[in-house]
Nanobody, 120 residues
Framework: QVQLVESGGGLVQAGGSLRLSCAAS????????MGWYRQAPGKQRELVAT???????HYADSVKGRFTISRDNAKNTVYLEMNSLKPEDTAVYYC??????????????WGQGAQVTVSS
């Protein structure tokens, strides 16, 4: 029905920047909320940022002022711009989309995950 492809992870030094992308394709009528989550080793998955269809954003306190979430509705893509990265930002980052799928209605999808490693 719908496929998500994440890209943009990698290794960066503290203070550096990375940009994650998550592109959706398939039987998409429209996409409601889009978000990014992360999971560090031995920890639970946590919310990083979300963006609604109208562009309203929400950020975890730990990333406010450093990360920016955005979306391109024409490309069914959500982005996460990460600046001033810290070692504690090291985690696997997952995108999450609420998709209105043709004939099936609302469905929730997760990306495959992108490793972000920040060295000190």
């Amino acid at each position: 029905q719908v496929q998500l492809v994440e890209s943009g992870g990698g290794l960066v030094q503290a203070g550096g920047s990375l940009r994650l992308s998550c592109a959706a394709s398939g039987s998409i009528r429209n996409i409601n909320d889009m978000g990014w989550y992360r999971q560090a080793p031995g920890k639970q998955r946590e919310l990083v940022a979300t963006i609604t269809a109208s562009g309203n954003t929400h950020y975890a306190d730990s990333v406010k002022g450093r990360f920016t979430i955005s979306r391109d509705n024409a490309k069914n893509t959500v982005y996460l711009e990460m600046n001033s990265l810290k070692p504690e930002d090291t985690a696997v980052y997952y995108c999450n989309l609420e998709v209105n799928v043709w004939y099936y209605g609302l469905r929730n999808y997760w990306g495959q995950g992108a490793q972000v490693t920040v060295s000190s």
